[in-house]
């Protein structure tokens, strides 16, 4: 059982680094220089497009939640 648990973390915190990475990647740099009351849903949502585009469906499901 430890085995598993130990399996567990290691998962998450590989989620963890892609979803960061992905955030540095598509995310982040198109946010760079716009003010947060101007960050708009569109916006977002035309993010998330981008990376489903790549058909990187799992990592745009994390990116929207």
Known sequence: MGDDAGEG?????????????????????ALNKILIYDIKRALLLEKVARIEKRKAYTMAEKVRT
Do not use: M
């Open 9 to 29: 973390e290691e998962r998450r915190q590989s989620t963890h680094a892609q979803i960061k990475r992905i955030f540095g990647k598509d995310v982040l740099p």
